[in-house]
T-cell receptor, first 114, second 115 residues
């Protein structure tokens, strides 16, 4: 079946540190991949997405590359800020399922300290 | 801009009550979704709808029902609330019929406590 696995948090970093949050997936078909971010007290916002192998999604300094050979979609940022503190969710949408459902990982909490 | 509005940010109800959570979107989206979010479990899909009066069970539909009488509104109903339904509830909408890379758009969530 389809699933998304994320690294467990919390991830604790100092401001300006490099961030990686790992995400791997299993899918029946050829999925689209997403990263969502949830700031405290808010709903989820789309951060970036990628549709096919080797695509790189990017937004607000965050990047993730769709790696079909390793079934991964790791989130990276070169220099984090305190305002990046949030929960990050990796998700996939698989057309082979015949639905528009998103399959989410369990989320990774990022805490950035000044 | 995209807007999904959930009627309440915080709600406290008692065991056995019938609870309604309302969600409205202004983007003319066909697809709407209800999730619950619990620590360590991520988001789990309760129900979704492809169109008016259509509904499909998600992964954890037990104890819930939904209503979609109008395209813009999708209601989640707890028929007889129980303490294990205390959670954060998130509504989302999505353009229907498009490719799988269409994202879902989320509301701010309703934090529901059942006492």
């Amino acid at each position: 079946g389809n699933s998304v696995t994320q690294m467990e948090g919390p991830v604790t970093l100092s401001e300006e540190a490099f961030l990686t949050i790992n995400c791997t997936y299993t899918a029946t078909g050829y999925p689209s991949l997403f990263w969502y971010v949830q700031y405290p007290g808010e709903g989820l916002q789309l951060l970036l997405k990628a549709t096919k192998a080797d695509d790189k999604g990017s937004n607000k300094g965050f990047e993730a590359t769709y790696r079909k050979e390793t079934t991964s979609f790791h989130l990276e940022k070169g220099s984090v800020q305190v305002s990046d503190s949030a929960v990050y969710f990796c998700a996939l949408s698989d057309p082979a399922l015949g639905t528009d459902k998103l399959i989410f990982g369990t989320g990774t909490r990022l805490q950035v300290f000044p | 801009d995209v807007k999904v509005t959930q009627s309440s940010r915080y709600l406290v109800k008692r065991t056995g009550e019938k609870v309604f959570l309302e969600c409205v979107q202004d983007m003319d989206h066909e697809n709407m979704f209800w999730y619950r979010q619990d620590p360590g479990l991520g988001l789990r899909l309760i129900y979704f709808s492809y169109d008016v009066k259509m509904k499909e069970k998600g992964d954890i539909p037990e104890g819930y029902s939904v209503s979609r009488e109008k395209k813009e509104r999708f209601s989640l109903i707890l028929e007889s609330a129980s303490t294990n339904q205390t959670s954060m509830y998130l509504c989302a909408s999505r353009l229907g019929g498009g490719p799988s890379n269409q994202p879902q758009h989320f509301g701010d969530g309703t934090r529901l406590s059942i006492l």
